[in-house]
């Protein structure tokens, strides 16, 4: 399995329906609220040879009220 972040800006005042979104739909392992330039913090796993883009693509920007993401990849945990 491959993990990776993913950082998301809401529209205003919907970030907790966003979370909510993302839960429901079961595909990311943890979600939190965040302070700064983005409002959400999503880590996702995918499996070996999954395209990264294309998840992102279709199973996170589908999600209405999603402005914008950042997409944050790991290589190794310490």
Known sequence: MIPFFVLIKCDLGKSY?????????EIASEIYSTA????????????????????VNQ?????????????ILTFKAF
């Open 17 to 25: 329906e966003v979370a909510n979104e993302l839960a429901d739909a």
């Open 36 to 55: 700064g330039d983005y409002d959400l913090l999503a880590k996702f796993y995918v499996e070996n040879g999954t395209d990264i883009g294309q998840f």
């Open 59 to 71: 199973k996170v920007h589908s999600i209405s009220h999603i402005q914008d993401t950042k997409t």
